[in-house]
């Protein structure tokens, strides 16, 4: 720790006290949400021609082929901005086939790495195109409600849409009915699915299924197959033991930009902060410290961590924590239940991010 950081108890010469999310209540405008809709930063700088094909599975070489080809066939006037409004210019023609792509295939084959290809390779303005989780088009409907998301999302040339969960039957049906809204604009889609409940271990979904549970939506969407190892389903990797209390406290006061937050207190300040809210909770945040991480005590807690788990991961954000080991936040009836890939996700998630964190303890 530098000799100009103070630490409670030790020294009253303190520069700046960690900064903490339980005191943030972010109020996000509707135009911020839209325009964050974009390939996280952990996805910025890919593109197509930096996804490496396995030589051995032909059917990753012809995806990029695809998804380029679909990515050309995506520009026209209203790409450039110039017919914005569409009630000022003529729409433009949709071109012939479907308006969307489904990416099918495996964990670890690099469906995101495509998916966020995709978006950067189709000629139009950022703010004409969206790139999202299907958690993050829910949070969307839920902030600006079903006809303005309507309204906003149909003047954009493309929507992206990554890990479409299919375990919610509610949420599959807002999303389908939102999608058709916009496929009847001349929006085109792309999208990548989550395994069903009791399909975990299979590691894939497989276009059939998806394409049923969206039922009208799926003669829009042509399947593009991905074969290749599942590199990242070979079981979690084990959670680096948590430090102390007083080892997580130094490292915040050590560290410019963090957080210093008692966990059980974080996931109650979760329950009044909109989960389309998460990413703007940790604007300008260097890394989280969390001191006391317990077992999430009921599902709709757990459900909203996910959430911070996965803007914390997009931001590339480090966590240190003291207390249990993050493989140890669900209870067995969670990650036995219809939402276990969301918690595996989230444990995947945040192990990655404790591991970024190990450099911190070393101040």
């Known amino acids: 720790m530098s000799s100009s950081t103070a630490f409670p108890g030790q020294s009253p010469l303190a520069e700046t006290a960690p900064l903490s999310l339980?005191?943030?209540?972010?109020?996000?405008?509707?135009?911020?949400?839209?325009?964050?809709m974009v390939p996280p930063p952990r996805f910025d700088s890919v593109r197509f021609d930096t996804y490496v094909p396995d030589p051995n599975q032909p059917s990753q070489s012809?995806?990029?082929?695809?998804?380029?080809?679909?990515?050309?066939?995506?520009?026209?006037?209203?790409?450039?901005?110039?017919?914005?409004?569409?009630?000022?210019?003529?729409k433009p023609a949709a071109p012939a086939g479907p308006r969307g792509v489904y990416l099918d295939g495996g964990y670890g084959v690099g469906k995101t790495h495509l998916l966020a290809?995709?978006?950067?390779?189709?000629?139009?303005?950022?703010?004409?195109?969206?790139?999202?989780?299907?958690?993050?088009?829910?949070?969307?409907?839920?902030?600006?409600?079903?006809?303005?998301?309507?309204?906003?999302?149909?003047?954009?040339?493309?929507?992206?849409?990554?890990?479409?969960?299919?375990?919610?039957?509610?949420?599959?049906?807002?999303?389908?009915?939102?999608?058709?809204?916009?496929?009847?604009?001349?929006?085109?889609?792309?999208?990548?699915?989550?395994?069903?409940?009791?399909?975990?271990?299979?590691?894939?979904?497989?276009?059939?299924?998806?394409?049923?549970?969206?039922?009208?939506?799926?003669?829009?969407?042509?399947?593009?197959?991905?074969d290749g190892e599942d590199y990242r389903h070979r079981g979690l990797p084990e959670a680096p033991p948590p430090y102390d209390d007083e080892q997580v406290t130094r490292a915040a006061y050590a560290t410019p930009g963090a957080s210093l937050d008692d966990f059980p207190g974080l996931l109650d300040h979760l329950?009044?902060?909109?989960?389309?809210?998460?990413?703007?909770?940790?604007?300008?945040?260097?890394?989280?410290?969390?001191?006391?991480?317990?077992?999430?005590?009921?599902?709709?807690?757990a459900l909203r961590l996910v959430v911070l788990a996965d803007r914390l991961y997009d931001r590339e954000v480090p966590v240190l924590a003291s207390g249990l080991p993050f493989d140890r936040l669900f209870s067995d009836e969670m990650l036995n239940g219809g939402y276990r890939k969301k918690y595996f996700r989230a444990i995947s998630r945040l192990t990655a991010l404790a591991r970024d964190a190990k450099g911190l303890v070393a101040q």
Do not use: M
């Open 22 to 36: 339980c005191a943030r209540e972010p109020h996000v405008p509707a135009d911020r949400l839209v325009a964050e």
């Open 271 to 301: 329950a009044r902060v909109h989960p389309s809210r998460y990413g703007a909770l940790t604007d300008g945040i260097g890394a989280v410290c969390l001191t006391g991480v317990t077992a999430v005590p009921d599902q709709s807690t």
């Open 62 to 90: 012809e995806a990029v082929t695809v998804l380029a080809g679909f990515a050309a066939g995506l520009g026209g006037a209203h790409a450039t901005g110039a017919g914005r409004r569409r009630w000022f210019s003529k």
């Open 117 to 226: 290809s995709l978006w950067h390779a189709t000629p139009a303005e950022p703010s004409l195109k969206a790139f999202g989780t299907f958690v993050e088009l829910t949070n969307l409907v839920g902030a600006l409600g079903f006809q303005q998301t309507v309204r906003t999302l149909s003047e954009h040339r493309l929507l992206c849409i990554d890990e479409f969960e299919l375990d919610d039957p509610g949420d599959t049906v807002l999303v389908s009915s939102l999608l058709s809204r916009l496929v009847e604009a001349g929006v085109a889609l792309a999208a990548t699915s989550n395994t069903l409940p009791g399909k975990l271990g299979e590691g894939r979904f497989a276009a059939a299924d998806f394409l049923r549970e969206i039922q009208g939506l799926s003669a829009h969407f042509r399947p593009l197959r991905i």
